[in-house]
């Protein structure tokens, strides 16, 4: 049993056979699914899959790259889309220094604007950290990120940095690029993640792992992930998915 708790399972990449996909990831023990929405077009698309399939839950919120997009009513329909029983968290959102498409003055807004949504309403939040670590960490300390924690997603960055984010009540998710040989600062972060704070993910169609890099990755492919993570960390696969999908279930409140 799997929890893959990061996907994009109603991207384009999807239109020819999404159903054949999420089947599939069901069928080989990916029981639950979380399917991020982050700007105008997915969010529709994500509120539509959790609706449609069981096993998929929902996180909505606003991707930095689109940041500069964000209009003040937006906000307002976040939040009203939390009340629906499928959405268990606020995301994918934080900040992105490596596309140039949003000033970072406006994402650095938009960021705190998400997270102090999260504290009222009381969900965990889904950040996105390319390239902003110093700025990542800095805000959420103080916007008091803490008090509701999250998901540090697809983990990039060094053990100093996810030390700070367990500090403040941060579970730390590795992806595909973990099982790359040449990953080793990913693998050294994975090996000191606690056990209780470790998650597993896709990002599908992105990040595919060892063996299909360079093809479409899908939420069945979490395994692999999970299969390299039990490596690392001498444990059986078995006891990886065990773990990781409590610790997914605890952090959603499921």
């Known amino acids: ?53 069981p096993f998929i839950y929902a996180a909505v919120g606003w991707h930095p790259v689109d ?19 499928k959405v268990v968290a606020i995301g994918e959102i934080g900040l992105d220094y490596y596309w140039d498409t949003s000033p970072k003055d406006v994402q650095q807004r938009v960021f705190r604007q998400q997270i102090g949504l999260a504290r009222e309403l009381k969900l965990p939040i889904i950040i996105h950290n390319r ?12 916007e008091k990120a803490h008090e509701v924690g999250g998901i540090m997603h697809a983990f990039s960055g060094s053990w100093e940095t996810a030390k700070q984010c367990l500090d403040m009540n941060f ?12 990953a080793k600062q990913p693998k050294e972060v994975l ?4 056990n209780d704070r470790l998650l597993v993910e896709t990002d599908a169609p992105y990040l595919t792992p060892h063996p299909f890099r360079g093809k479409r990755n899908e939420s069945a492919y979490v395994r692999y992930v999970a299969e390299v993570a039990a490596e690392i960390k001498s444990m059986e696969f078995e006891e990886i998915c065990k773990i990781t999908t409590a610790n997914a279930l605890t952090c959603f409140d499921m």
């Open 191 to 194: 090996k000191q993640v606690p």
């Open 67 to 85: 940041a500069v997009d964000m209009k003040p009513e937006d906000i307002d329909w976040i939040a009203k889309l939390t009340e629906h029983e």
């Open 1 to 53: 049993m799997l929890f893959d708790t990061h996907t994009h399972l109603d991207n384009d990449k999807f239109n020819e056979d999404r159903h054949e996909v999420i089947t599939r990831a069901y069928e080989q023990g990916v029981t639950r699914m979380v399917n991020i929405g982050f700007n105008r077009e997915t969010i529709p698309t994500t509120m539509e899959l959790a609706e449609k399939y």
């Open 131 to 142: 390239d902003a670590h110093e700025d990542v960490v800095r805000i959420l300390k103080e």
């Open 171 to 182: 579970y730390i998710s590795f992806g595909g690029p973990v099982t790359f040989k040449n």
